[in-house]
Structure formats: structure tokens, C-alpha cells
């Protein structure tokens, strides 16, 4: 894989992590059984779903 793509990848997993962090932030502030508060834990999980998928083509990536 070319390290420019690399890159890429390992700047959009950076992304992702640092999103679901803010999310996960965001969540505590909001009363827990509020509606907002679920729509943020919901979008926190799949945003570090997505950031894992990221850290695992990364790893391939290196490995190969």
C-alpha cells in the first residue's frame, strides 16, 4: 500500500477516535436518560465501530 494512502488512513482513524471522544464527552453532560443523551451514546459507539474498522486496515495494511 502506498504511504501516502497510509497516511490517509491513519489521519482518518485519528479523526474518527477524536470524534467519538467528543461525542462520549457531550453524553455526560446531558441528563443519562434523556433522549439526547442515547442518540449520543448511539453515535459515539458507531463512530468508534468505525474508527476500529480504520485501525484494522491499518494493521493489515502493515503487516502486508
Known sequence: MPDLMLKELRLKHAQLELRAEKL?????YVPGTSHRALSLARE???????A?????LIKQAEAS
Do not use: H, K, N, V
Not at 462520549?24 to 455526560?28: F, K, Q
Not at 459515539?44 to 468505525?50: N, V
Not at 476500529?52 to 484494522?56: H, K, T
Open 52 to 56: 476500529d474498522a480504520y485501525a484494522a
Open 44 to 50: 459515539a459507539r458507531e463512530t468508534q465501530e468505525q
Open 24 to 28: 462520549r464527552i457531550s453524553a455526560r
